[in-house]
């Protein structure tokens, strides 16, 4: 085996890893940099929130109803047998 291309092939992988690794590092620090703009631009120009409603659903207390419609199904199947 040749040396001499062992030798440039872990120059290539030294050089693409801190490549890689220079790149990564920049981009976490232009995202912190990014987010403390955002937060200092959110202190000038704040959003309206908005209250949100929500419709309260009706619960029927009416057991007896409730019962009428169990029993005429139960009967509704028992005619259909």
Not at 53 to 61: H, Q
Request: glycine share 4%; charged share 15%; hydrophobic share 60%.
């Amino acid at each position: 085996m040749n040396n001499g291309m062992l030798e440039n092939g872990l120059i290539l992988l030294v050089m693409g890893m801190g490549f890689v690794l220079c790149f990564l590092t920049i981009l976490i620090f232009s995202m912190m940099v990014m987010s403390k703009i955002v937060l200092w631009l959110n202190k000038i120009f704040p959003e309206a929130v908005e209250d949100v409603k929500t419709a309260a659903k009706k619960v029927s207390s009416n057991v007896d109803e409730a019962i009428a419609v169990a029993i005429a199904a139960i009967m509704a199947r028992k005619a259909n047998k």
